[in-house]
């Protein structure tokens, strides 16, 4: 079962970079993310979900692939492949996995112009070597909504939350 992790920034940079980090951390096998999207809200009060995977282009290129396919068998592969394509783009514009695009539309929808917030999908995490790969973002978050255990939630915010060198005793 996965764990959701919503973490709000007041800089979007800093939701950036922490999506990078754990990016990074993934790749050496400390943490297995099912999804990671990162939600702005612009001067205008616009929400905007950056993807870490785009479907559209995903859709695309798989759909113009089998479309050349399909394409080549009635001698024709070029509108093969752009109608596969077209189809392909479509379909992965409508599609969502991961974490639900309205859900967080809706929670970025309260964010102050300019801030930003990290959604994480997390199916296994080496917890302590995580936050100590961390360590640049402590105090600098805070902690939205979690799915996780309490005590596990509890650690998280006290290591988002608390400036290095405070302790919440």
Request: hydrophobic share 45%; proline share 2%.
């Amino acid at each position: 079962m996965s764990d959701l992790i919503v973490v709000s920034f007041p800089d979007q940079e800093l939701a950036f970079e922490l999506r990078a980090e754990l990016a990074k951390m993934q790749k050496a096998y400390l943490i297995d993310i099912e999804d990671i999207v990162v939600a702005t809200r612009d001067e205008k009060g616009k929400v905007k979900l950056h993807q870490a995977v785009n479907l559209t282009s995903a859709g695309a290129v798989g759909g113009g692939f089998w479309g050349m396919l399909i394409g080549m068998l009635f001698l024709n592969p070029l509108l093969g492949a752009a109608i596969g394509a077209g189809a392909g783009a479509l379909s992965g514009r409508f599609t969502d996995i991961g974490i639900n695009d309205e859900f967080m539309k809706g929670l970025a929808a309260n964010f102050q112009p300019g801030c930003a917030a990290v959604f994480v999908l997390v199916r296994k995490v080496t917890a302590d070597k995580v936050l100590e790969g961390l360590s640049e973002f402590r105090g600098k978050g805070k902690v939205l909504q979690t799915s996780l255990e309490k005590d596990r939630e509890d650690t998280l915010r006290e290591f988002l939350e608390t400036q290095s060198g405070e302790s919440s005793t």
